[in-house]
């Protein structure tokens, strides 16, 4: 899961994923007392609204990211918040356990959704709740079917040779069934439509949507790639976001 992201420019346009942030946190009940485990912190935007809801509690920050890390530890100086570089399918706390897991925007960038979950479930009190969110069955299917046609252009394939698409956009019943796999004994979960057009669509595109591409192109062939995904897909441009929710008790 660890990518190449820059943390300070995905803090700066990744204001659809802070918004879904916003709207999975108000599905979590907390007495304001609890350690909550950020799976996934990102820049620390969503870890920020978290923080307002625990006066006397803590969270520990977990990303696969030095780059964003470093981006959430300063947003986020002089809060009571842990941060920890890590897979999350090598999740270690330590045998400590946590109140609640929180996630967004993450668990679609991981493949492995039984080990993921059984990882989730380990770092959880009994009782505990995870509540997230992430890239569902659809998710960006219009953006991603533009991005494989022009990575097999002859100036884009000979550098893409081998690539395979990191995503896992799973559907709702199937997670229910690995949620409770993992041992979770009680589990929900479904799909949300959820369109958004950035206001800055080549930096969103290049930062939060095809890093994965962008890997693997030299450097002067980057801007060229994610300007020929854009060309190919409709004004104004839409990234058609499907949502996948979970909520879950260990």
Known sequence: MSRAWDGRTYDRVGTPQAEWGRAVLERLELAGDET?????????RVTEMLLERLPRGRVIAVDGSASMLDAARERLAGRPVEFVEADLLALDLGGRTVDAVLSTAT????????RLFARLHAALRPGGRLVAQCGGRGNLDRVLARTAGVAADPAYAPHLVGFVDPHRFADAPETEELLRGAGFAAARAWLQEAP????????FLSSVILTAWLEHLPEDLRGPFVDAVLAGLPEPFEADYVRLNLDAVA
């Open 36 to 44: 909550v485990l950020d799976a996934g912190c990102g820049s620390g």
């Open 107 to 114: 668990f679609h960038w991981i493949t492995d959704h039984a």
């Open 196 to 203: 958004v057009h950035p206001p800055e669509p080549p930096v």
